[in-house]
T-cell receptor, first 115, second 115 residues
Framework: EAGVAQSPRYKIIEKRQSVAFWCNPISGHATLYWYQQILGQGPKLLIQFQNNGVVDDSQLPKDRFSAERLKGVDSTLKIQPAKLEDSAVYLC?????????????FGPGTRLTVL | GNSVTQMEGPVTLSEEAFLTINCTYTATGYPSLFWYVQYPGEGLQLLLKATKADDKGSNKGFEATYRKETTSFHLEKGSVQVSDSAVYFCALTPNYGGSQGNLIFGKGTKLSVKP
């Protein structure tokens, strides 16, 4: 079974530029999560989707971050414009939502460096 | 609010030494508790979990017991190997309302095992 795929693996941009990350969850997984992991810290949830609807985006900085999951499968996370403090690893995870507690399966992450 | 506190790293041990990584939590209700592991260059993987008080999660020689009276979920292994070198994250998911499945992570503890 293929795992969670993310691209790109690495991205370097200058502040005020825009960037987008892509995630393909495990086939059949209805729930998709985006986390931000700043160096030396644990991952922090940015947004959670159930199919193509948003369940929780309370920690998403909506003035610059946006995310979508139009067909309930792939998802994109966008930052526009980027700030220095956005340098982090962005992790995508998915779960099937049928077990309690849900086991989340993580992708390898996208490491973003903002200069 | 909900939070996880785990011991600061890095932790350096010799092969076959005993490992303990402390984790305590603050949560409303009855959370589920997890340990995730992140090997160098790889994504987060679930190591073990426990869903109620006095449950013991175990996997690959690692164990952790859900202690509600001390709000703790310490990770232990009797004899570590070089291949156990990784970053270990303690996490919880609150089991109430719409927040089920939202993982809250500690900061992570880096373990290095020397031959």
């Amino acid at each position: 079974e293929a795992g969670v795929a993310q691209s790109p693996r690495y991205k370097i941009i200058e502040k005020r530029q825009s960037v987008a990350f892509w995630c393909n969850p495990i086939s059949g997984h209805a729930t998709l999560y985006w986390y931000q992991q700043i160096l030396g810290q644990g991952p922090k949830l940015l947004i959670q989707f159930q199919n193509n609807g948003v369940v929780d985006d309370s920690q998403l900085p909506k003035d610059r971050f946006s995310a979508e999951r139009l067909k309930g499968v792939d998802s994109t996370l966008k930052i526009q414009p980027a700030k220095l403090e956005d340098s982090a690893v962005y992790l995508c995870a998915s779960s099937d939502g049928t077990s309690l507690p849900n086991e989340q399966f993580f992708g390898p992450g996208t490491r973003l460096t903002v200069l | 609010g909900n939070s996880v506190t785990q011991m600061e790293g890095p932790v350096t041990l010799s092969e076959e030494a005993f490992l303990t990584i402390n984790c305590t939590y603050t949560a409303t209700g009855y959370p589920s508790l997890f340990w995730y592991v992140q090997y160098p260059g790889e994504g987060l993987q679930l190591l073990l979990k426990a869903t109620k008080a006095d449950d013991k999660g175990s996997n690959k020689g690692f164990e952790a017991t859900y202690r509600k009276e001390t709000t703790s979920f310490h990770l232990e292994k009797g004899s570590v190997q070089v291949s156990d070198s990784a970053v270990y994250f303690c996490a919880l998911t609150p089991n109430y309302g719409g927040s089920q499945g939202n993982l809250i992570f500690g900061k992570g503890t880096k373990l290095s095992v020397k031959p």
